[in-house]
């Protein structure tokens, strides 16, 4: 727990939904990374938990006894599914899906088949308040470069997942006029790494370099745009403390040499109070999370993997440790060819 308002993601338990049969997760209050192959779930849990938060912050009214159904709104426009028996694993019988997520107060919240979209919260402590629990989802595809596009996306109904809107009116806020010292430094830090300030213009963005000026999204080095989405949502304060990171292959189109400041940041933002969750299949990544975090740094990795008949995970502090690592049997399967192609 990190404050009487805003709530870490504690746990989640889940059944019969997507590519699970049943699994239930501990995460830490730090920084939480997922790996594992294609279809083991990694950006499926991640969408499930951004819309747990998102829809515990859209409405201010008790949720001790109304129905709710925002959560399976945001569920279904974030998975741009056509119907909501794609959410089912099991699609023979009446069995519902589960979802039960403990921050700070434990919910439970059933999808039937017959009606997904009427559904009743069930919060099993006496605290009925709700919890505000502040979050951004970062999805693997840059979007910077699109904005204006969330401006079309209500009014023409496009076939976008809806997360990558949300990060396009996330970013698109005034920022803050009192960003606190701690957040600051990191955003200077980040100006330093992309050579400038992070500029929001006539719905477009650029980055306002020194002795150059003003260079659009739309020619910078993917890299830059990832780190300087990361400065804006900063400079905007919605990643700040007791906020929710979650973020869908941060590594990608990153230079191997920023991969370690990349991890220096994120472990920067872990320890002001921002709890983060990743997926990835970035060796490098993993490696770095464990060679640079502190005694007191909480750093959880998760490997996903699949099973007979559904998806299970294991959990160690140390990314060496996990014995299902689908990112190091590639990485050994290289190297065997290699040396097989040689000899």
Same mark, same amino acid.
């Given at each position: 727990?990190?404050?009487?308002?805003?709530?870490?993601?504690?746990?989640?338990?889940?059944?019969?939904?997507?590519?699970?049969?049943?699994?239930?997760?501990?995460?830490?209050?730090?920084?939480?990374?997922?790996?594992?192959?294609?279809?083991?779930?990694?950006?499926?849990?991640?969408?499930?938990?951004?819309?747990?938060?998102?829809?515990?912050?859209?409405?201010?009214?008790?949720?001790?006894?109304?129905?709710?159904?925002?959560?399976?709104?945001?569920?279904?426009?974030?998975?741009?599914?056509?119907?909501?028996?794609?959410?089912?694993?099991?699609?023979?019988?009446?069995?519902?899906?589960?979802?039960?997520?403990?921050?700070?107060?434990?919910?439970? /919240?059933?999808?039937?088949?017959?009606?997904?979209?009427?559904?009743?919260?069930?919060?099993?402590?006496?605290?009925?308040?709700?919890?505000?629990?502040?979050?951004?989802?970062?999805?693997?595809?840059?979007?910077?470069?699109? +904005?204006? %596009?969330?401006?079309? $996306?209500?009014?023409?109904?496009?076939?976008?997942?809806?997360?990558?809107?949300?990060?396009?009116?996330? +970013?698109?806020?005034?920022?803050?006029?009192?960003?606190?010292?701690?957040?600051?430094? %990191?955003?200077?830090?980040?100006?330093?790494?992309?050579?400038?300030?992070?500029? /929001?213009?006539?719905?477009? $963005?650029?980055?306002?370099?020194?002795?150059?000026?003003?260079?659009?999204?739309?020619?910078?080095?993917?890299?830059?745009?990832?780190?300087?989405?990361?400065?804006?949502?900063?400079?905007?304060?919605?990643?700040?403390?007791?906020?929710?990171?979650?973020?869908?292959?941060?590594?990608?189109?990153?230079?191997?040499?920023?991969?370690?400041?990349?991890?220096?940041?994120?472990?920067?933002? +872990?320890?002001?109070?921002?709890?983060?969750?990743?997926?990835?299949?970035? $060796?490098? %990544?993993?490696? /770095?999370?464990?060679?640079?975090?502190?005694?007191?740094?909480?750093?959880?990795?998760?490997?996903? $993997?699949?099973?007979?008949?559904?998806?299970? /995970?294991?959990?160690?502090?140390?990314?060496?440790?996990?014995?299902?690592?689908?990112?190091?049997?590639?990485?050994?399967?290289?190297?065997?060819?290699?040396?097989?192609?040689?000899?």
């Amino acid at each position: 727990m990190k404050g009487a308002a805003n709530m870490a993601i504690n746990k989640i338990c889940i059944e019969n939904f997507t590519v699970f049969d049943k699994i239930e997760i501990d995460f830490c209050d730090g920084i939480n990374v997922f790996i594992g192959e294609n279809g083991t779930g990694k950006t499926h849990l991640l969408k499930v938990l951004y819309a747990f938060c998102e829809s515990r912050n859209s409405n201010s009214m008790d949720l001790s006894e109304i129905k709710d159904t925002s959560f399976y709104m945001r569920l279904a426009r974030s998975f741009q599914t056509s119907s909501g028996l794609d959410f089912f694993r099991n699609r023979t019988d009446a069995t519902p899906a589960f979802i039960g997520i403990i921050a700070g107060t434990e919910y439970r /919240y059933k999808i039937n088949k017959n009606k997904p979209e009427i559904n009743i919260w069930e919060i099993s402590t006496e605290n009925k308040a709700k919890e505000i629990i502040p979050v951004i989802l970062i999805p693997a595809k840059e979007m910077l470069t699109h +904005s204006g %596009l969330e401006k079309d $996306y209500a009014d023409r109904k496009l076939p976008l997942d809806l997360t990558l809107i949300d990060i396009l009116n996330k +970013s698109g806020v005034s920022v803050l006029k009192n960003l606190d010292a701690d957040m600051t430094m %990191l955003r200077d830090k980040i100006a330093g790494i992309i050579g400038g300030n992070v500029v /929001y213009r006539n719905d477009r $963005y650029f980055i306002d370099k020194e002795g150059i000026g003003l260079i659009e999204f739309a020619v910078e080095a993917e890299g830059f745009k990832k780190f300087g989405l990361i400065y804006r949502l900063i400079e905007t304060g919605h990643i700040k403390k007791d906020s929710v990171l979650i973020w869908d292959e941060p590594e990608a189109n990153i230079n191997p040499k920023l991969i370690p400041t990349l991890v220096d940041i994120l472990l920067s933002l +872990s320890r002001h109070g921002v709890q983060i969750f990743l997926a990835t299949h970035e $060796y490098n %990544l993993m490696k /770095y999370f464990s060679m640079k975090k502190r005694v007191a740094d909480e750093v959880a990795f998760f490997s996903l $993997y699949k099973t007979e008949h559904s998806v299970a /995970y294991e959990r160690e502090d140390d990314y060496d440790l996990l014995e299902h690592n689908a990112i190091i049997d590639a990485n050994t399967r290289l190297l065997e060819d290699e040396i097989e192609r040689v000899l």
